[in-house]
């Protein structure tokens, strides 16, 4: 369970993973050593999964954005199985959820222009064992992005 300190430490973490952690200390009301403590049990524990640099996908030739929704043909065990692994080995696939409704799975995916979709389209997704149906729509404008999770206030701080 998360204490007010942890998430204090997380919230400004998400916001600049590069904070020393005597800046962080000094943030979150504690002397470094604990606070090195903290962070450190936050990572053994699983909560801090990495440290990364966020980057610009347009600025570094990604400016395309497509959703994905994928039906199979059956669901079952090695068929969920075999497109999870297909997926997980994609380069562009940002994201991927097994879903509920009438859809199996969202993706989504970067691409630098039509060309590379069309190619992840057919020379992949298509060639996947099991995919019954596709459906793509593009991003025309990113209205919002956040990574950071809402940590501080609101329902979740409810014990």
Known sequence: MLDDIDRHILSLLQENARLSIVDLASQVGLSATPCARRVKLLE?????RRHVSLLDA?????PVSVFISVTLERQTESTLRCFEEAVSSYPEVMECYLMTGTLDYMLRIVVPDLEAYQHFLL??????????????????????????LPLMGGASDEH
């Open 44 to 48: 053994e524990r699983g909560v801090i």
């Open 58 to 62: 347009t600025q570094v030739g990604l």
């Open 123 to 148: 020379d992949r997704l298509t060639q996947i064992p099991g995919v019954a149906n596709i459906q793509s729509s593009f991003a025309l404008k990113q209205v919002q992005y956040k990574t950071a």
